[in-house]
């Protein structure tokens, strides 16, 4: 741990006066928010990138990024509801640089529309797209129509398929594996190339047999790959060129997409007759960052043991511990059970859809049959839940475990003000009313 006033390192603390305190003698606690502001601007600025290279206006959010840097320098402020005010501006840049984002790629792209994607299925002269830039696959895209190259999605690239802008191009064919952290084992099967265009990549391992196939874009990048720091893809199409044809994948498998929020919204109408007339009960938001773990399979048994009069929101690479399960519709509705908002970046969408019910119905939004359970594993899920915090919402379950940055103190102020709440090792324990053993 770092003592941020006493400038000193230490496993538990700087050493001098205990645990808790540095040698200013000023507890940790502060400097614990500031490690949290510091998470949650990793994830801002990976978003503003994103939205800024789209075109968008991200002066406000920029401003933010600076002002909370300067806030956590050394001696600048040791006032507990300061570092908690500040926490909670970055949460508001959090929901401002989401709607950028979202709103720049349905400008750029069009609104997504839902559809079934191949899964695990490829043929051909292939590329792999990992990562989270929608900007960097259209470029891949535009140039690599008709060099008889096929391209597929891996991880947080699956939502690229329901962009009309994006699914346009007929060689964009179907997704390969599942969250972030299956890579080696996937990018070792795969005969193709691979590119890496955001987090998350796996440093090389010995067991690695694509180091001559990947390749970084931007600054995603390892030891011992190729980078590239501009959209020119032509060492990547012509290392393509000269690779087999894929022949390791020939699944006859999909899965769901496409659920934006602008494109879940146009059925309000009947979701809350639904509401109304009892066929929905309640709405379950199981999103965030997945990380290896059987502990996280809490997720999965949570979606599939839900009741089928409640709907499931999600979105980021969570997703991959259970939308390979058909949930259907609800009962004599065209409302699927199952909705994938997108990438983490629309986890925003979740939000604009409880807005809307809590305006239909009257019903505030901390009221309504609505449930949010979180996996947590990087800054990007720090930034979510900052803004969650900041949008005022309450009751949020997060797991599988609690950031290593939250303290007692910290803790006691979440609960006591937006009663979180740690999952338990199995959903029947959270959720006895809904939840069977």
């Known amino acids: 741990m770092f003592c941020y006033q006493c400038e000193m390192s230490a496993p538990n603390g700087c050493g ?11 507890d940790d606690t502060k400097s614990r928010l500031q490690d949290m502001m510091i998470y949650a601007l990793k ?5 503003r990138t994103h939205a800024n290279e789209m075109g968008a206006n991200t002066k406000e959010v920029d401003d933010v990024i600076a002002k909370t840097l300067y806030f956590t320098l050394t001696n600048m402020n040791f006032n507990f509801n300061d570092h908690i005010a500040q926490v909670l501006k970055v949460g508001e840049a959090g929901v401002k640089v989401m709607d950028l984002l979202s709103n720049a790629h349905v400008e750029k792209l069009g609104i997504p529309t839902p559809l079934k994607v191949s899964q695990n299925k490829a043929t051909g002269k ?3 797209v990992s990562g989270h830039n929608l900007h960097a696959l259209e470029a891949l895209l535009k140039q690599t129509e008709g060099k008889g190259i096929n391209i597929y999605t891996h991880s947080e ?7 009309p802008e994006l699914k346009k191009y007929s060689h964009l064919k179907g997704n390969i594996g599942g969250a972030w952290f299956d890579q080696t084992k996937i990018f070792n099967e795969w005969n193709g190339t691979v ?23 931007d600054i995603a990048s390892t030891d011992g790959i190729t980078n590239l720091h501009t959209m020119d893809f032509t060492p990547l199409i012509e290392k393509t ?4 044809e894929e022949t390791n994948f020939n699944e006859e498998k999909t899965i769901s997409t496409g659920h934006h929020y602008k494109a879940v919204l146009p059925l309000a109408g009947e979701i809350l007759a639904a509401i109304n007339s009892g066929k929905i009960k309640r709405f379950f938001v199981i999103a965030g960052c997945d990380a290896p773990g059987k502990e996280r399979d809490y997720y999965r048994k949570l979606a599939i043991s839900l009741p089928k009069d ?6 980021s690479c969570g997703k991959f511990r259970f939308n390979d399960v058909d949930f ?4 004599g509705t065209n409302i699927p059970r199952y909705l994938d908002l997108g990438q983490c970046n629309d986890s925003n969408g979740g939000v604009k859809i409880a807005l809307a019910l809590s305006e239909a119905t009257g019903i505030a939004v901390n009221d309504l049959p609505l449930t949010i359970v979180l996996m947590w594993m990087e800054q990007k899920a720090i930034i979510i839940l900052c803004a969650l915090l900041f949008l005022g919402i309450k009751n949020i379950y997060v797991g599988p475990s609690l950031p290593k940055f939250l303290n007692e103190d910290i803790l006691n102020f979440l609960v006591e003000n937006f009663n979180i709440k740690l999952i338990s090792k199995e959903p029947v324990l959270d959720f006895p009313d809904l939840v069977s053993a």
Request: glycine residues 10%; contains cysteine.
């Open 241 to 244: 060129l000269s690779c087999p």
């Open 16 to 26: 001098i006066n205990g645990a808790l305190k540095g040698t200013c003698g000023k």
């Open 310 to 315: 409640c709907v499931i929101l999600t979105s």
């Open 328 to 331: 259907g519709y609800i009962e």
């Open 157 to 163: 690239m699956l939502p690229a398929h329901a962009y």
């Open 43 to 47: 994830g801002l600025s990976a978003y």
């Open 126 to 128: 292939a590329i792999l």
């Open 195 to 217: 590119l890496m265009t955001t987090n998350c990549i796996v440093p090389l391992r010995n067991s690695c047999k694509y180091q001559d196939r990947i390749f970084g874009f």
